[in-house]
C-alpha cells in the first residue's frame, strides 16, 4: 500500500485528480510468455500424443509466420503427418483482481481437403493445472481456411473472463489442441498469442487539509493505492 499527498488549488483540479485514479485503477496485464514464439519453445509444450503422427505438432523458425520469424503448428507440417495429434500449450496464472481476459492469437489454415466434414479439426481450449477440462473456446476445421493460402492469417479474440471467473488466482493451462484424420493434410499455424487481463487497484481519497470543494483556495488530500 502506497500514499501520497497532494496539494490542490480549486475543486476543479480535485476532480481532475479522482478522474485520473479511476482510469488508473484499471491496468492490463499480459499473462502469455513468448507470444510470438520468437525464443523457440521457450515458456511451450509442443507435444505429439500417442497415436499421432511424428510431427504432428512443433514450434518453428519457418517460412510462414505472421510476423518473426518462428510460429507454432498444428497438423500436417511436411505431407506426411495426417493423423496428427497433438497440443501445444502454456500454462498461464490468472490474477486475482482481474475484471477481464482476453485471448488473441493469428491463425492461418492450409488445406488439401476439398469437402467440410469436418475432418481435421483444432480447438482452443482451458484445462486446469492438473489437466481437467475448463471449456473448449472455439473450433476450427478446414472449412475455416479463409484464402488456403500458406502466410495468410486472421487474427482471432476470445474473451475468456466468464470461463475463468471461478479461477482467479490460480494457475491454468491454454491449450491449442489437434486432430486430423488419415488423408488430404491440413496444416494450422499459430502466431502471437496474447492473453491480456485488466486487473484493478483500489484506492481512497481523503482531505487532509481545507476541502477545496468547501470553497477553500486550496487544500491537501491524500491518495491511498
Known sequence: MKTRQFTLGSSGLAIMLIAALSLLSARATE???NGGFESGSTSWTA???PGGASGSVGILQGAYPHAGS??????DATSTSANALGSVYQFITIPANATTIT???????VTAETTVGPYDVMSVGLRTSSDVPIQTLRT???????????GSYSLVTIDMTSALAAYKGQTVILQFYVDTDPSKATIFRIDDVSVTATTSCNYSLSPTSANPGSGASSGSFTVTV
Do not use: Q
Open 70 to 75: 518462428w510460429y507454432a503448428y498444428l497438423g
Open 140 to 150: 476450427f476445421s478446414e472449412a475455416d481456411k479463409g484464402a488456403n493460402t500458406p
Open 47 to 49: 507435444n505429439t500424443l
Open 103 to 109: 485471448l488473441s492469437f493469428y491463425i492461418n489454415i
Open 31 to 33: 499473462l502469455i510468455s
